[in-house]
């Protein structure tokens, strides 16, 4: 009986061994095909439709200020204004986009979304009127857009 016991407990220990050595192939198998699309998506300058990149921008009021944003198509990208201790009594859009919608956000922001299947290069302006330590002024912002 103890030599029957032997044979299927190693019987067992190598079945085991064997799934345990197919579940890691498939784990490689796996990883190897997630970095094979990362870098093929960064070869082909591929990047995921939800990224968006646009840093906040800080308010100056009697200046103009110029800023990007880059985009993915048909993404909706958030602009931000640090207003720092000025108020923001109006935001308005002095010059569309071409290629997109421009939507305020409050009165501190705005939202971009290119249209459709749109890539390329795009811009708005913006002009925010505000004050600050006791004078009024007007903060004109200019935006670049790249849509991948």
């Known amino acids: ?9 190693g019987r ?3 079945i085991q061994q064997r799934i ?3 579940i890691a192939l498939a784990g490689c198998a796996i990883l ?9 998506m960064q070869a082909l300058e591929l990047r995921p439709l939800s990224r968006c990149r646009a840093l906040p921008v800080r ?3 009697e200046a103009e200020t110029t800023t990007r944003i880059e985009t993915g198509r048909g993404t909706a990208c958030t602009l931000a ?4 201790a000025a108020v923001i009594d109006e935001l308005t859009v002095t010059a569309s986009a071409q290629h997109g919608s421009v939507v305020p956000r409050g009165r501190t922001g705005i939202i971009y979304h290119a249209h459709g299947n749109y890539r390329g290069e795009d811009s708005f ?8 330590g006791g004078g009024d002024g007007v903060a004109i912002l200019r935006v ?4 991948r």
């Open 144 to 147: 670049r857009v790249n849509v």
């Open 20 to 22: 345990n050595s197919r």
């Open 32 to 40: 190897l095909s997630l970095v094979a699309l990362l870098s093929t």
């Open 81 to 84: 204004v640090q207003t720092g």
């Open 59 to 61: 308010l100056m009021l």
């Open 1 to 9: 009986m103890p030599i029957a016991r032997a044979v299927q407990t």
């Open 125 to 132: 302006a913006l002009a925010l009127r505000g004050r600050a």
């Open 12 to 14: 067992s220990a190598s």
